[in-house]
Nanobody, 122 residues
Framework: QAKLVESGGGSVQAGGTLRLSCAADPYTYTYMYMGWFRQAPGKEREPVAR???????AFADSVKGRFTTSGDDARKTLYLQMENLKPEDTAIYYCAADTSPSKLWFENATYWGQGTQVTVSG
């Protein structure tokens, strides 16, 4: 079973920067598609970005130009670099993984981390 551990969340002012990390087990990082999702209070969970071995494959329109992904193959870690953060980015951010990119992005991924809180004050 995949193991995903998120970290790097915190509180920042609007316009600030955060980098989230998702540490995965070797098999998951190497062979599965991975992605970032977020859920704000009272709202449905929404996709943010997906990648394969750290290489970005898709971004939500709301974060294009502000968020990027990267990977560290040695550490088996997927990163989400978030710049020019806005109050509407406030949410719990989750890392997820699945063998199917369509299931990961359009349906519901098989494996999920516990989430990390991002709070942006305006």
């Amino acid at each position: 079973q995949a193991k995903l551990v998120e970290s790097g969340g915190g509180s920042v002012q609007a316009g600030g920067t955060l980098r989230l990390s998702c540490a995965a087990d070797p098999y998951t990082y190497t062979y599965m598609y991975m992605g970032w999702f977020r859920q704000a209070p009272g709202k449905e969970r929404e996709p943010v970005a997906r990648a394969f071995q750290g290489a970005a494959k898709a971004f939500a329109d709301s974060v294009k130009g502000r968020f990027t992904t990267s990977g560290d193959d040695a550490r088996k870690t997927l990163y989400l670099q978030m710049e020019n953060l806005k109050p509407e980015d406030t949410a719990i951010y989750y890392c997820a993984a699945d063998t199917s990119p369509s299931k990961l992005w359009f349906e519901n991924a098989t494996y999920w981390g516990q989430g990390t809180q991002v709070t942006v004050s305006g």
